[in-house]
């Protein structure tokens, strides 16, 4: 492949000759080879949004010519038209400058290379950069883009995974089941109590992604190298939020302390936060999925999944809960990630986080994972089939039922008439016939599900 020499501050690089980047994303690309792992197109693209916001309210404010402010736009919109927010154009790792300058130079670069002609020459950073460091719009391109993935993507989902688990359970109100405890036999309940305990804890969840957007959408911008605003109009960074806030119809707004938006990551670990308990929902929720369709024959068989793939590549037949143990997977991903962004976020050392890239990565990750797991999740749940026959046939042999006659005959007493019951295989309701003075019709009564639940 032919090269082209790239020049900056420190001197000549070869690049080659069809990149659209130039000298300093080439050298972070020779630099940091560290892993596979690339900057999440969706946080290319907040980056790109940002400059685009900036050239115009750099302009409005009389300090970008207009056709450098036009030129910016055009490549920006030829980026996006021409689909090329790709990991050609966007190559580096994740494992990078702590402050990700290196991915702001290279959307720097990119914008500046398609906005020059033979009309007039864009620089990377005193004309696409202008009024902004990389230590305010990397930080700023963290909060567009997980703001963005909060509001459009992961809130809808869990909304549509908790009605699908409501009218589940509307279906099959009428079913009642053994309910279990230390995954032994408790008292009964029904299938729709059962699911609305799932369906509240993703209600958990929607309410604290909507109490934490007003943290996640402060923006760093016009914060530029330390907080201060050093090279940026004083009037820049309440200009910008508010075009930004246009722009993309999001509750953007600017930060309350720049100093603290830059050195610190705090609203990344709060919504992370709200991530990993989701994950430890959708978790449980995705275990008792596969506790209930376990068996078919040898376990609960309460229910029956949908069959999507053969389960086994030895044995014939056999179909597996494999969206569930997807998910499960993924809310440990999540998990995982919460630590990772923990960590990093404890690293703003004086004015400035230099663990920057790696909680972008894995914030977007998480709130990816978290938003397809819903949509999986929801699908499985509309299409499980309830085995009415097992639920009521293990019911009748629920040797726990006894609890409701120990008001009436007492612990021990009750205790005594499970023992029996259970040696000798029979129901609660023959044995308490023998063992108390209770009428059968108030035995009757008193052990009977509906009743109980």
Not at 77 to 83: A, L, V, W
Request: hydrophobic share 40%; charged share 20%.
């Amino acid at each position: 492949m032919g090269f082209r020499i790239e020049k900056d501050s420190m001197g000549e690089v070869k690049v080659a000759e069809d990149a659209l980047y130039a000298a300093q994303t080439q050298r972070a690309l020779d630099n940091f080879n560290i892993s596979d792992l690339k900057m999440p197109l969706a946080f290319i693209d907040s980056i790109l949004d940002i400059k685009l916001i900036a050239a115009e309210t750099n302009h409005e404010l009389g300090l970008l010519p207009k056709n450098k402010f036009q030129a910016i736009t055009k490549a920006i919109k030829k980026i996006r038209k021409d689909n090329l927010v790709n990991h050609q154009n966007f190559p580096l790792d994740v494992f990078q400058t702590g402050s990700g300058t290196s991915t702001n130079m290279n959307v720097n670069e990119v914008v500046a290379h398609l906005a020059s002609n033979s009309r007039v020459t864009v620089h990377p950073n005193d004309d696409v950069n202008m009024g902004q460091s990389s230590n305010d719009v990397i930080p700023t391109a963290i909060s567009v883009s997980a703001t963005r993935a909060l509001i459009h993507d992961l809130t809808p989902a869990l909304l549509t995974l908790k009605s699908t688990i409501e009218n589940k359970g509307k279906l099959h109100k009428k079913v009642i089941k053994t309910g279990r405890t230390h995954l032994m036999d408790a008292m009964p309940l029904s299938l729709q109590q059962e699911l609305s305990g799932w369906a509240h804890q993703i209600q958990i969840s929607i309410d604290a992604c909507q109490k934490i957007v007003p943290t996640i959408a402060q923006l760093a911008q016009g914060g530029t190298a330390i907080g201060t605003g050093i090279n940026s109009s004083e009037k820049f960074r309440s200009l910008f939020a508010r075009k930004l806030k246009t722009h993309t119809g999001l509750p953007f707004s600017k930060s309350k302390n720049t100093f603290a938006s830059i050195a610190g990551q705090d609203a990344s670990v709060a919504l992370s936060g709200v991530l990993n308990t989701l994950a430890t929902a959708l978790m449980k929720i995705s275990n008792d999925l596969r506790w209930m369709n376990s068996g078919p024959v040898s376990g609960l068989g309460e229910i029956q999944l949908k069959a999507i793939q053969p389960g086994s590549s030895i044995m014939p037949g056999k179909v597996n809960p494999v969206i569930p143990e997807a998910v499960a997977m993924a809310a440990a991903q999540i998990m995982g990630n919460n630590t990772t962004i923990t960590i990093g976020a404890q690293s703003g050392n004086f004015q400035l986080n230099v663990m920057l890239p790696v909680i972008a990565y894995n914030l977007l990750q998480s709130l990816h994972l978290a938003t397809t797991s819903a949509e999986h999740l929801s699908e499985t749940i509309a299409h499980f089939e309830v085995n009415e026959k097992a639920l009521t046939d293990k019911l009748d042999q629920n040797a726990i039922l006894v609890t409701s006659l120990a008001p009436e005959i007492g612990y021990e007493n009750a205790s005594k008439i499970v023992y029996k019951a259970r040696k000798e295989e029979r129901t609660i309701l023959d044995v308490a016939k023998e063992m108390t003075d209770l009428p059968e019709a108030q035995l009757k009564k008193l052990l009977s599900p509906k009743n109980l639940i």
